[in-house]
């Protein structure tokens, strides 16, 4: 339960985390206007959107956790993809990395979705949904520091923009490398033999006060 727990708040903070941030990035690395930009959110999305149904026969044909493995791989090469267009100063480059990181998000979402049920038991519902619940406050929390506090820390260091957003986008590929090694570690079957043992322990317990 932990492990999903902070396997969650991890990956959602990097795909979350760059909500506020390619839009400006793209407007001071290749000089965008604010029309243009704002293009950027409709390609994203559309792709968000065509991932989505994509996953859904992804998940019929294939494990779960095949299908999240590949949305977070997905993820992690846009953001690494959008760094190097900031490097290399190529916008189409940019739009490529825009359009895996829209169908990284659309796989993540459904398939971790699914995963998200297959680790909530019945008799423990509330407990569960609310956990996960919090993981996601907590993603959000990390991501949005980490876009906007990260990002003008950066910029007072570095005294250039530019870098600063491509170096918060490799830490949110690197932050996406890590949330694949702890789903390593997570077990559906394990799970649910350990929450079936704690619901024993419950009722013994629950006997002996009565």
């Known amino acids: 339960v932990t492990r999903f727990f902070w396997y969650l708040a991890i990956l ?39 991932a989505l149904i994509v996953a859904g026969f992804l998940e019929n044909r294939f494990t779960k956790k095949l299908v999240v493995k590949l949305g977070a791989w997905t993820a992690l090469a846009g953001f690494l993809t959008i760094s190097l267009s900031g490097i290399f100063h190529n916008l189409p480059t940019f739009y490529g990395g825009v359009v895996l990181l829209g169908i990284g998000t659309g796989l993540s979402t459904t398939s971790n979705l699914s995963l998200m049920f297959e680790m909530t038991t019945a008799a423990q519902v509330g407990l569960f949904i609310g956990a996960w619940g919090m993981s996601n406050a907590v993603s959000r929390l990390i991501g949005t520091v980490l876009s906007g506090a990260v990002r003008d820390l950066l910029t007072q260091v570095l005294q250039n923009p530019v870098t600063a957003y491509i170096v918060v986008f490799i830490i949110e590929a690197g932050m996406l490398a890590v949330s694949l090694i702890i789903l390593r570690g997570i077990d559906v079957k394990a799970f649910h033999q350990q929450a079936e043992k704690t619901s024993i322990i419950e009722r013994a317990a629950m006997a002996t006060d009565i």
Not at 14 to 26: N, R, S
């Open 12 to 50: 959602l903070a990097a795909i979350l985390g760059q909500d506020i941030l390619l839009e400006p990035f793209a407007g001071e690395a290749f000089g965008l206007s604010v029309r243009d930009t704002t293009r950027i959110t409709a390609v994203w999305g559309s792709c968000v959107l065509v």
